[in-house]
């Protein structure tokens, strides 16, 4: 309540609507990383030892066990390029399952716009993403991956993977107060989706038509973006053009449909 409380405080009349938006979501979103860090000894460094972990294992089975014949080299920095990213986006949609659930009372007793509760979750895993940036610069200088003029994709990359997974969370939140097994269902769906991405392989490893429709998965066009610095040639401006359509189409998708449930969510929870 602390959070509502200072934020109920602090805005002055003048202070404009998105104003009072943006001062909202950020106080919530600290909570949050506070909260998840205050009890951790290696606080932010949990976020990034997970998708560490994978890549390490990935980098062992494909370049120590089996004769690699995906990827780009240094592999590690190629698999880690995809891999943190992938981090935020499965870890932003799963925690939007419990979006409403976990905090049922605030989100019925204040009048904040309830995208907000969604929202700052995006914004939490993005942060967390931003931090991880230093690991994969430090790969990269260690394993000598060489840096392109194409690392100035990185932002865009950045706003169009926000703009995904914002849209994806704003569906899928209202979505599990209806139908709660929609909750498990999410982490199959990410499962196989992690599978169906190119995280441990590139486009350009997929045969014959298979690459043009993996076009279609939003995620190609993002995480060529963010592997454009190092690897020129993953970069595909067809998968980065239908990435960008599908991304604003699933966020105007996910505010209508959070708005159309909007009632019907507070009432069920």
């Not at 995809?82 to 499965?90: H, I």
């Not at 419990?98 to 905090?103: H, I, N, P, Q």
């Not at 990410?190 to 441990?200: C, V």
């Not at 590139?202 to 690459?211: A, E, K, Q, V």
Request: net charge positive.
């Amino acid at each position: 309540m602390s959070v509502v409380t200072s934020y109920a405080e602090t805005h002055p009349l003048q202070r404009t609507r998105w104003g009072r938006y943006r001062h909202a979501l950020w106080l919530l979103t600290t909570r949050d990383l506070k909260v998840r860090y205050s009890t951790s000894a290696l606080g932010y460094l949990w976020s990034v030892l997970d998708p560490l972990v994978m890549a390490g294992i990935y980098w062992f089975v494909f370049t120590q066990v089996f004769q690699r014949g995906v990827g780009q080299t240094p592999y590690i920095v190629f698999l880690l390029a995809a891999l943190l990213p992938w981090m935020w986006f499965n870890g932003a949609v799963s925690d939007s399952t419990r979006a409403f659930l976990k905090d049922a009372k605030l989100v019925r007793s204040t009048m904040i716009p309830r995208t907000i509760w969604v929202n700052r979750i995006v914004l939490s895993k993005g942060i967390e993403f931003l931090l991880s940036i230093p690991v994969l610069a430090l790969f990269a200088i260690v394993f000598g991956a060489p840096v392109s003029w194409e690392l100035v994709f990185f932002p865009l990359a950045i706003v169009l993977q926000a703009v995904l997974t914002a849209g994806v969370c704003l569906i899928v939140a209202p979505l599990v107060v209806f139908f709660r097994d929609l909750e498990r269902a999410v982490k199959l769906v990410l499962r196989f989706l992690f599978y169906a991405s190119p995280i441990i392989y590139g486009t350009t490893d997929l045969p014959g038509g298979f690459g043009f429709w993996a076009a279609f998965n939003p995620l190609s066009g993002v995480f060529s973006l963010y592997r454009a610095g190092f690897f020129p040639q993953e970069l595909n401006w067809f998968d980065v053009g239908v990435s960008a359509a599908m991304s604003l189409l699933i966020l105007a998708v996910g505010l209508w449909v959070f708005r159309s449930s909007e009632r019907q969510v507070l009432k069920e929870i």
